[in-house]
């Protein structure tokens, strides 16, 4: 069977949570396989790490990669590519894929500043950099959607109960009260696809009617 992977560039890389999940997965009799990298400037060296954290467990026959909106808030400069030309890229991208095309497709890799941006994203995802305003109505969709589940309720407020995180900023970025925020340097954009303000919709209405499943 094909094995597709499709991950956001953080910081040139891959985020943490990728990295560890390229470690310690088992791959048995993998056919053919893609890598996918979205990202808002360039794609850094994301498919020179998968490579090197697969190892000899899958080789990648396929690598792309994709401009997407920003998502982050701290970041001064914002991607302003709309969802049409983005769509249309993923359309071209999803041809050569099912064509099972094999090569280095991307059209952003660099190099340039890895190792900088890198150990800046180590230095960010430290969890102290989060605070919550008291916007905050105790709704808990940060938590219940968090990737790592490391978001706590001991409080009314949420609380990051480990000293760092993959930075994905979903938590930010789905608070329907743009209540938690992060760092000095939060423009207060927040960036939420329509399919993710249909799901914090339904998740508010579930919750209101109290059909919301206990906390993962």
Known sequence: ETVGFVVPVYFRGLPRIVETFCETVDVENPGSSFAVFTCSGDSGKAGEDIVRLMGDKMPIDAFYDIIMPDSIPFMNEKNSEGNAESNAAASRLLQSISEKRKGDFRQSASSESYRAERDRYLRLSDTANFSVTDMCVSCKV???????????????????????????????????????????????????????????????????????????
């Not at 743009?178 to 927040?190: H, M, W």
């Open 142 to 216: 940060c938590a219940y959607y968090c990737p790592e589940h490391i978001i706590r309720f001991f409080s009314p407020k949420p609380a990051w109960d480990e000293p760092s995180c993959s930075l994905c900023m979903r938590c930010v970025n789905i608070c329907p009260r743009k209540a938690i925020r992060f760092g000095e340097s939060d423009n207060g954009e927040r960036y939420l696809g329509d399919l993710w303000k249909k799901e914090i919709h339904d998740y508010m209405i579930r919750r209101l009617h109290q059909k919301i499943p206990p906390l993962r």
